[in-house]
């Protein structure tokens, strides 16, 4: 029974990580606009289906990868231009049915693109697994937390250390007053979705090759990944992280102790949990992006 | 107000004609399924009205079922009795997600419903001594009426629509007298209303509990009627289509909820009808793309309903003109709220 442990943890962390991915879109686009995008779980999807579809024709991994990643960030960008900034401004919740039905949208286009078989993507450098403790994670888990990690030092150095990335702090501190600057928070929510579109699109490509790819992957990704950013309080990417990895740990702990098909449950029942903890950080979180 | 009672009296009537004139088994099965939404729809608009939106509907349309299922095949009730203890069951469920939810900010309080609705879709697929797993329940005992049994479309078109019209009837009472005035304060700002002495959690929780138990009854009604139940009607993609219906309509206005919900309906028969002569090749739920694009272009041209958008455009193009106060219409005056 113990020695299932280390494995299910080892699970629970390749799983977590995409969650990770999917939750600092969230935290991004949260941040800069204000709008929970629930069509985020989509760009895994379309990321992982475009490089599908470029491997079909031959082209090596490498430069499928990044010319999927690359597009993606342009329907991300369709997607702000074309769904959000016509309603930008409006209540919140008109802004919350966009996204979702921006998501089916998403959905229902990829059903018709690419039908309703799953997709694999090989797995970037084949070789036996590395063994830990009494589990095994194989060299695609490695890559899925490797660049989980790395994405988040990446975007953490940029908004830290670089000038625009600094213009996309003040925005999300105070739009009024980066306008003031010269910052257009126009801009920065077409930059915010470009991003977050890339960055789930990276997690879509790498997770592939473990779990395969549906076109209707992206509903329970993003609503696992939006649990994820709450437990790590919505506004903070690094926390939001480590509450994908939760998430992923406590879906495979559910999965291989409890019961499986009870994992979404849990998580759900941790997202409610969570919301009525958090409650008062939530609602000032709430109060001080509506002003 | 009147005019609203004219306009329920002229649907009956509509509706009392429409199986002279079109008996077939397909338009009746179809008004029946639109009437069942139409419930279901008109609750959320209720809902609506307080300024919340929830994405748990499908979850208490499922409770509603299950219930009077399971309490009139394995227990042998009456479903006559079943229905009202399943609405019961629904109401209480609400009651109880609503005390922590409730409290949420408004757009935390949908996620809250939309959480509930999944655990609620997995226990249904997961409890599967109770509820027949993902294979579902089969020989739901369908309803009788003075010793006849009900059989055809036909006569469920009779009850599902009484059903209908009295929820109608029920939520125009409301929307139209001091609930409703309440109700309206309480979107335009809750610090109003509180300070107008209007008692804001008891009226969200209220409200909230009503449009689950209008849910709830749509369900056990679609239980008895279609006699078969599993849980993939009730997932999260059934509470987005139940919310399209709602923003068809407008959200706040009852009559855009019959609306909404026959438009929705006929629109998804069409799409079904006509997609697979476009794209042949293709099976599966791809409709969902015109619904979201619909979604979408709702929220972005007419946030507040395609009735009420339609209206403001006549005003438009007719030079500015005031638009005619229409009845039970998106009011979200802040001043309503003084005379409640």
Not at chain 1, 84 to 98: D, Q, R, S, V
Not at chain 1, 156 to 167: E, V
Not at chain 2, 277 to 301: D, K, S
Request: glycine fraction near 14%; aromatic fraction near 8%.
């Amino acid at each position: 029974m113990l020695d299932l442990l280390p494995q299910l943890l080892l699970t629970g962390l390749t799983i977590g990580s995409i969650y990770a991915l999917v939750a600092i879109g969230f935290v991004i686009i949260y941040n800069i606009t204000g709008i929970l995008n629930f069509a985020q779980g989509e760009f895994p999807m379309i990321g992982a289906m475009l490089c599908a579809a470029m491997l079909a024709a031959h082209v090596p991994l490498a430069p499928a990868a990044a010319v999927a990643v690359a597009g993606t960030c342009v329907v991300g960008a369709l997607m702000e231009r074309l769904a959000i900034e016509p309603a930008f401004g409006g209540h919140p919740l008109t802004l919350i049915i966009i996204t979702f039905g921006v998501s089916m949208a998403f959905r229902g286009l990829a059903l018709l693109l690419w039908g309703a078989d799953p997709y694999a993507l090989p797995e970037f450098t084949p070789g036996a697994p590395l063994a830990v403790l009494t589990g095994v994670l194989g060299r695609q888990a490695m890559w899925a937390i490797g660049l989980s990690v790395v994405v988040v030092g990446a975007l953490f150095a940029f908004f830290a250390r670089t000038l625009p990335g600094a213009a996309v702090r003040a925005c999300a501190d105070n739009p009024f007053a980066s306008r003031l600057v010269g910052i257009s928070p126009r801009r920065m929510a077409l930059f915010a979705f470009t991003v977050a579109a890339g960055v789930g699109a990276v997690g879509g490509i790498v997770i592939a090759p473990i779990t395969g790819v549906t076109y209707d992957m992206g509903l329970g990704l993003g609503l696992k990944g939006f649990v994820a950013a709450v437990i790590g309080g919505l506004t903070n990417a690094p926390a939001a992280v480590l509450g994908g990895y939760v998430v992923g740990m406590i879906e495979s702990l559910v999965t291989g102790y409890l019961v499986p098909g009870y994992g979404s449950a849990i998580t759900f029942a941790l997202l409610l949990v969570v919301l009525s903890l958090q409650r008062e950080g939530l609602l000032q979180g709430a109060g001080r992006r509506q002003v | 107000m009147s005019r609203d009672l004219a306009g329920l009296a002229a649907l009956a009537g509509a509706l009392a004609v429409v199986p002279a004139l079109a008996p077939s088994t397909y338009v009746m099965a179809l008004c029946n399924i639109i009437g069942l939404y139409a419930i279901v729809t008109v609750g959320l608009v209720l809902l609506g009205t307080s300024g919340q939106v929830s994405l748990g509907q499908a979850a208490f349309y499922g409770i509603g079922a299950y219930a009077s299922a399971l309490l009139s095949r394995d227990l042998g009730w009456s479903p006559w009795l079943a229905m009202p203890c399943a609405v019961g069951l629904v109401a209480a469920t609400a009651y109880a997600v609503g005390l922590p939810a409730l409290r949420l900010a408004d757009v935390f309080f949908v996620l809250a419903t939309l959480g509930v609705g999944i655990i609620v879709n997995v226990l249904m697929v997961q409890l599967d001594p109770l509820t027949g797993g993902a294979s579902g329940l089969r020989d739901i005992p369908g309803l009788a009426l003075g010793g006849r049994r009900l059989t055809t479309d036909r006569d469920y078109y009779y009850v599902i629509w009484t059903a209908a019209i009295a929820a109608l009837l029920l939520a125009r009472n409301l929307t139209g007298h001091r609930t409703g005035r309440a109700l309206r304060a309480i979107l335009g700002s809750e610090v109003g209303a509180a300070a107008l002495g209007i008692d804001v959690s008891r009226y969200k929780m209220r409200v909230f509990v009503l449009s689950a138990a209008y849910a709830g009854a749509a369900g056990a009604l679609y239980a008895h009627y279609i006699r078969f139940i599993s849980p993939s009607p009730f997932a999260l993609y059934a509470s987005l289509f139940f919310l399209i219906m709602a923003v068809v309509g407008g959200l706040t206005n009852v009559w855009g909820g019959l609306f909404g919900a026959a438009a929705v309906t006929l629109l998804d028969q069409f799409v079904r009808a006509e997609m697979p002569r476009i794209f042949p090749r293709v099976g599966g739920e791809y409709q969902t793309a015109i619904y979201g694009i619909v979604l979408v272009l709702i929220m972005i041209f007419f946030p507040s309903g395609i009735v009420r958008g339609g209206l403001d455009l006549r005003r438009l193009l007719g030079g500015g003109r005031h638009p005619a106060t229409t009845p039970g219409a998106a009011g979200a005056e802040p001043a309503d709220g003084a005379r409640a």
